[in-house]
């Protein structure tokens, strides 16, 4: 019985550890020096956006001579220093905004939900100012930022909306990879894509791969199956990392950006 009771109470204490110290679990950021210089292309610019909370967000903004803009949300483990693997794939395509959350490279800020999408409306206020309309954005959301994203495309009324490897909510990856922790129970992030996505209007676009071991592909097609205009490719031999690296997403980003007004 007493060893019972001890395993009952070092259980109870890897569920507190585990509540505590979720974000570290959740979220791995790539600090940036303030100082660091991205070296940009002469029509890139770094820019610093203020929320109305009072961080101040990071990003890249790339002008292209096209009538379309990507803003891209990018996954947990990432940050600006990627910008050109992202402008690489979606530059032929639009003009590009990549941001990175609070508490992420240079941005300000410590990790929240409502803090994530607050980052994601000022880098839409910015397209705004600069010159952008909203039928003229794209947003897009790899992973973490899928449900920025959606987000996004649930409050506004938007000119495409583009998912790659997306899950139908935080706490079901949580019930995947760690279901003895109780993700249900005790995440404090819940990115509730799937129960979002029936009111979402803007035409989709979703890429997963089949061998994807972090999001099983299973949650995109619950997306792609809830959203009411949804295009859904998904990529036999791709995983989590490298779906942007097979011919089909090129020729369906294409084919999905050419198709919009």
């Not at 979720?22 to 979220?27: A, G, I, M, S, V």
């Not at 590009?96 to 803090?115: A, C």
């Not at 003229?136 to 987000?151: D, F, N, P, T």
Request: charged share 15%; with cysteine.
């Amino acid at each position: 019985m007493k060893f019972v009771l001890v395993l009952i109470l070092i259980y109870v204490l890897i569920l507190t550890v585990t509540y505590c110290y979720q974000e570290k679990l959740l979220f791995f950021p790539q600090a940036i020096d303030a100082n660091y210089n991205y070296n940009l292309p002469g029509n890139a610019t770094e820019v610093f956006l203020k929320t109305p909370d009072g961080e101040t967000i990071n990003g890249i903004f790339i002008r292209q001579n096209k009538p379309k803009v990507i803003v891209y949300f990018h996954g947990n483990g990432t940050s600006l220093l990627s910008w050109q693997r992202i402008a690489d794939a979606l530059l032929p395509h639009a003009s590009l905004l990549i941001v990175d959350y609070r508490g992420y490279g240079k941005s300000s800020g410590n990790f929240s939900e409502n803090g994530f999408y607050t980052d994601a409306e000022t880098a839409i206020a910015f397209l705004l100012k600069e010159g952008f309309n909203m039928q003229q954005i794209i947003v897009y959301g790899r992973s973490l930022g899928s449900g920025i994203a959606i987000e996004m495309a649930v409050r506004h009324t938007l000119g495409g909306l583009i998912l790659e490897s997306p899950y139908t909510s935080v706490v079901d990856v949580g019930k995947k990879q760690h279901p003895y922790l109780l993700p249900a129970l005790l995440l404090k992030y819940r990115f509730y894509s799937l129960n979002k996505a029936p009111a979402i209007k803007t035409p989709a676009l979703i890429f997963h791969g089949e061998k994807d071991a972090t999001i099983p592909v299973a949650q995109g097609r619950k997306i792609a199956a809830a959203l009411p205009q949804c295009k859904l490719i998904t990529i036999p031999d791709a995983d989590h990392a490298n779906v942007p690296a097979f011919e089909i997403y090129q020729q369906s980003l294409a084919a999905f950006l050419n198709q919009l007004p």
